[in-house]
T-cell receptor, first 114, second 111 residues
Framework: DAEITQSPRHKITETGRQVTLACHQT?????MFWYRQDLGHGLRLIHY???????NKGEVSDGYSVSRSNTEDLPLTLESAASSQTSVYFC?????????????FGPGTRLTVL | GENVGLHLPTLSVQEGDNSIINCAYS??????FIWYKQESGKGPQFIID?????DKRQGQRVTVLLNKTVKHLSLQIAATQPGDSAVYFC??????????FGAGTILRVKS
């Protein structure tokens, strides 16, 4: 069955380190999204991509970057991890090109920055 | 509508009763709305959706109602079961498909 996976599921890192969270989907969806979920803020959009080589900033993009070299993967990189980036990160994908459509979410990565 | 967490509204219902979860959305230009269910430790799971040209849509045990006049969305769950216990989020989107999530609601089902 097609699915969306994230790895690692849990990560502890130190302030200042570079961290990359992986997201992989097998639906062949063009659209992929990264969100963070925090107490008091719900789910907020970090970055998104409408296809290979396309990336866009979301609501809370500072300190994060993404790259889209193929359809299946959208890795999220924290260039220099900060304690404020301790959160649960969710990746999602959708099929309809730029159009409003259901997004399907991965299981999440819990990141702790010490 | 992004404040979620310590002060999430909570709805407690008896097993077998019907549940109604409400959501106010912010953008009158949004033309697609989704309800998600999130269980502890998991990602949001699609429940049901509705487009702005509809007022009501029914699924299995769930119904979504859309009132564009007052920008209000509701999710009705029939014969609520213990497995329905979770946090429920509404989300709105339009062209570009960037979801904006509403404040979640905790649903607790009492047996």
């Amino acid at each position: 069955d097609a699915e969306i996976t994230q790895s690692p599921r849990h990560k502890i890192t130190e302030t200042g380190r570079q961290v990359t969270l992986a997201c992989h989907q097998t639906w062949n969806h063009n659209n992929m999204f990264w969100y963070r979920q925090d107490l008091g803020h719900g789910l907020r959009l970090i970055h998104y991509s409408y296809g290979v080589q396309d990336t866009n900033k979301g609501e809370v993009s500072d300190g994060y970057s993404v790259s889209r070299s193929n359809t299946e993967d959208l890795p999220l990189t924290l260039e220099s991890a900060a304690s404020s980036q301790t959160s649960v990160y969710f990746c999602a994908s959708s099929a309809r090109d730029r159009g409003p459509d259901t997004q399907y979410f991965g299981p999440g990565t819990r990141l702790t920055v010490l | 509508g992004e404040n979620v967490g310590l002060h999430l509204p909570t709805l407690s219902v008896q097993e077998g009763d019907n549940s109604i979860i409400n959501c106010a959305y912010s953008n009158s230009a949004s033309d697609y709305f989704i309800w998600y269910k999130q269980e502890s430790g998991k990602g949001p799971q699609f429940i049901i959706d509705i487009r702005s040209n509809m007022d009501k849509r029914q699924g299995q045990r769930v119904t979504v109602l859309l009132n564009k006049t007052v920008k209000h969305l509701s999710l009705q769950i029939a014969a609520t079961q213990p497995g329905d216990s979770a946090v429920y989020f509404c989300a709105e989107t339009g062209y570009g498909n960037k979801l904006v999530f509403g404040a979640g609601t905790i649903l607790r089902v009492k047996s």
